[in-house]
């Protein structure tokens, strides 16, 4: 079964991303802490899809596919902004405007 | 077996992330990432959803990834000098994550209302399957249709437009990316 533990776990990858994306300047290792907040997300609907049915897996799907776009379109973004500063610190890039 | 197997693929993805968030160059980084996908990737499978697992594999680790590295490789950045922030936000960082952290991990003592309510009535936990009818049909379902049929039910039928707008979505995301990423002519 083991519920318990995997909540847990999801806990802690989930804190682990916040800490990255608060922790690291650079554009695109705070892509990445994002990415793991997504996955460990993804271990809480898998691990309630034991108890509660299928639909789990399938918001996992959409979780997937919602990922898979933002990484897509985020990467783009941070190419757009390499091109305009040459750099992809976030210390630069404190203005709304171009 | 499945608890210690658990443990040590838990283990080595709290390893793996956290090496994560604290390697400087962004190349390691975005390996260990892929390492704490793996390790995420077994746990599915001992949580009896082999499909999700293999998807984790081929979509996360396989072509998201793929996606960061190349990007990572294209900018070709400088690593020599750490992207860390200074202490008093490794300070903050920590305050912050540890709290949320904390209030996250009450998780682990989670018990489902229905359960609840059984151990307070008879004692003990009883049959599990019995309470949450919804997990024993699944997994019923996964031995008669398999593991990719009891997912693709119910994905083609009662979340038929979820899905359909979800391709509407990739579709966006493929011309927005596109469109940023091109060069102005």
Not at chain 1, 38 to 63: C, E, K, P
Not at chain 2, 59 to 81: P, R, S
Not at chain 2, 117 to 141: P, W
Not at chain 2, 157 to 182: M, N
């Amino acid at each position: 079964m083991l519920l318990g533990p995997s909540l847990g776990l999801s806990a802690i990858l989930f804190s682990l991303g916040v800490a990255g994306v608060l922790l690291r300047r650079n554009a695109i290792v705070v892509f990445m802490c994002i990415e793991l907040m997504l996955n460990a997300v993804n271990l809480t609907f898998v691990a309630l899809a034991q108890l509660y049915g299928a639909s789990g897996y399938i918001m996992v799907f959409f979780v997937m596919t919602v990922a898979a776009a933002e990484a897509a379109v985020g990467l783009a973004i941070i190419l757009a902004m390499f091109r305009h500063r040459q750099s992809v610190d976030l210390q630069n890039i404190n203005l709304l405007r171009g | 077996m499945i608890a210690a197997l658990f443990w040590f693929f838990a283990a080595a993805a709290v390893l793996s992330a956290s090496l994560c968030i604290l390697q400087r160059n962004p190349v390691s980084a975005a390996l260990w990432l892929v390492s704490t996908m793996f390790s995420l990737a077994a746990i599915y499978v001992l949580l009896d959803a082999q499909f999700i697992a293999a998807i984790q594999v081929l979509v996360y680790a396989g072509a998201v990834m793929v996606l960061f590295l190349f990007v990572i490789m294209l900018l070709n950045l400088d690593h020599a000098t750490s992207d860390i922030r200074g202490p008093s936000t490794i300070a903050a960082t920590v305050v912050i994550a540890g709290l949320l952290a904390g209030e996250l991990f009450a998780l682990w003592s989670y018990t489902p209302h229905r359960l609840a309510v059984e151990l307070a009535q008879a004692g003990s936990a009883g049959d599990v399957s019995a309470l949450f009818a919804a997990g024993a049909i699944a997994r019923q379902e996964a031995q008669a249709k398999g593991v990719v049929g009891a997912v693709a039910a119910p994905l083609f039928q009662a979340y038929l437009v979820p899905f359909e707008i979800t391709s509407i979505l990739l579709l966006v995301a493929i011309i927005g990316a596109v469109v940023l990423a091109k060069r102005k002519v």
